[in-house]
């Protein structure tokens, strides 16, 4: 009914930058937030940044400065552009999608992209 397809990973040396996309797709009358997790080998999946359909954002602590998210409403695609990439950085990224409002006035939450591989090493 609903399907995220996320683009834009790669490998990059440190210092360097990436940007990511995500596209929602299917009968999508809105989608109250949108965001970005990652997930390293050996650790829990953890928030990296998310925005509303407002603009509101939140970012972790850890990539604040250096990543920055952006949405378009209009292609129900949400951004994050990396910038001054570290090692540690290095993850699996998943786009999520909470609270899309569907045709027909069903709600549904919490969707997951397929996740796109980040990797920083020189």
């Known amino acids: 009914q609903v399907q995220l397809v996320e683009s834009g990973g790669g490998l990059v040396q440190p210092g360097g930058s990436l940007r990511l996309s995500c596209t929602a797709s299917?009968?999508?009358?809105?989608?109250?937030?949108m965001g970005w997790y990652r997930q390293a080998p050996g650790k829990q999946r953890e928030l990296v940044a998310s925005?509303?359909?407002?603009?509101?954002?939140n970012y972790a602590d850890s990539v604040q400065g250096r990543f920055t998210i952006s949405r378009d409403g209009t292609k129900n695609t949400v951004y994050l552009q990396m910038n001054s990439l570290k090692p540690e950085d290095t993850a699996v990224y998943y786009c999520?999608?909470?609270?899309?409002?569907?045709?027909?006035?069903?709600?549904?939450?919490?969707?997951w992209g397929q996740g796109t591989q980040v990797t920083v090493s020189s």
């Open positions: 999520n999608a909470d609270r899309i409002w569907v045709l027909g006035g069903d709600v549904l939450d919490n969707y």
């Open positions: 299917g009968s999508i009358f809105s989608i109250t937030v």
């Open positions: 925005i509303t359909k407002y603009g509101t954002t």
